[in-house]
């Protein structure tokens, strides 16, 4: 069964404190990792698609990178209004319709 | 226009009534999804729409009845809901995924808070 795993749940950081957000996948052959921000009581918004091993994408203070079993998030000099959840989800070759599953997300609180 | 719109942005219905929900997209996209999400939870799908045919039903209960009357509009029309049916209901599309099957981003609008009384 395919499966995704966020950690940690929860990261409190204070500002300008670097860290990096995990994504620990199981499935049967991968066909997309995508990272995404949701703020309380809106959409979730899209960040990044990764598809291969070794594959990198960068925007702003935001840095994602893909290996065959995991994907990271690093967040260099976070600022309080890079506080939200991030969710990761993947794409797995079985299924159709571009049927994604999700991990339950890292919530992110950046203090001043 | 990279934006996908939805309403109304809340919803107040009693267990009897009838109400739908809209979405909009004027990205050319040809895959289109209805999506709830609970508190704390992320979200989980319900039914997805490719070429303006229904393609997926997640075995969601006939009490929601999608429609697609055209590559930029999805309804979900509502009926008889339970309390547990609020929710955060999201609207997505995306690029239809080709014969590769690889996936494809899905982009989310802000989303229909429904509260079922």
């Known amino acids: 069964e395919d499966q995704v795993t966020q950690s940690p749940e929860a990261l409190r950081l204070q500002e300008g404190e670097s860290s990096s957000l995990n994504c620990s996948y199981t499935v049967s052959g991968l066909r997309g990792l995508f990272w995404y921000r949701q703020d309380p009581g809106k959409g979730p918004e899209f960040l990044f698609t990764?598809?291969?091993a070794g594959e990198e994408k960068e925007k702003e203070r935001l840095k994602a990178t893909l290996t065959k079993k995991e994907s990271f998030l690093h967040i260099t000099a976070p600022k309080p209004e890079d506080s939200a959840t991030y969710l990761c989800a993947v794409r797995p070759s079985t299924g159709g319709g571009n049927k994604l599953t999700f991990g339950t997300g890292t919530q992110l609180k950046v203090e001043l | 226009d990279t934006e996908v719109t939805q309403t109304p942005k809340h919803l107040v219905m009693g267990m009897t009534n009838k109400k739908s929900l809209k979405c909009e997209q004027h990205m050319g996209h040809r895959a289109m999804y209805w999506y709830k999400q609970k508190a704390k939870k992320p979200p989980e799908l319900m039914f997805v729409?490719?070429?303006?045919?229904?393609?997926i039903n997640e075995s969601v209960p006939s009490r929601f009845s999608p429609e697609c009357p055209n590559s930029s509009l999805l309804n979900l029309h509502l009926h008889a809901l339970q309390p547990e049916d609020s929710a955060l209901y999201l609207c997505a599309s995306s690029q239809a995924p080709g014969l590769a099957r690889v996936g494809v981003e899905q982009f989310f609008g802000p989303g229909t808070r429904l509260t079922v009384l």
């Open positions: 990764l598809y291969s």
């Open positions: 729409y490719s070429y303006e045919k229904l393609s």
